[in-house]
Nanobody
Framework: QVQLVESGGGLVQPGGSLRLSCAAS????????MNWYRQAPGKERELVAT????????NYADSVKGRFTISRDNAKNTVYLQMNSLKPEDTAVYYC????????WGQGTQVTVSS
């Protein structure tokens, strides 16, 4: 069974940084591209970033391009999201999932950007 455990969120001031982690299990992590998503209150879940199996390519939503960096460690079955220059509009619950996504979502990690 797919299990995804996100961590690393918190409260940060505008302009600050956070690094999110997602520990995956229950599937062959090194065989799947991985995605980070986010869902803000009252909004639909949106795709934020994608990384290929061997990290040869990445893709980002326009809203985070140049500020967020996705990476992965296949030896640790973990995907990361480094978030810099955070803005209040980045406030959301952040989730990871494989691509295509499993129906088993993790609990997410809350990121709040506020002064």
């Amino acid at each position: 069974q797919v299990q995804l455990v996100e961590s690393g969120g918190g409260l940060v001031q505008p302009g600050g940084s956070l690094r999110l982690s997602c520990a995956a299990s229950g599937f062959t992590f090194s065989s799947y591209a991985m995605n980070w998503y986010r869902q803000a209150p009252g909004k639909e879940r949106e795709l934020v970033a994608t990384i290929s199996v061997i990290s040869s390519w990445t893709n980002y939503a326009d809203s985070v391009k140049g500020r967020f960096t996705i990476s992965r460690d296949n030896a640790k079955n973990t995907v990361y999201l480094q978030m810099n220059s955070l803005k209040p509009e980045d406030t959301a619950v952040y989730y990871c999932n494989k691509a295509p996504p499993s129906g088993n979502w993790g609990q997410g990690t809350q990121v709040t950007v506020s002064s």
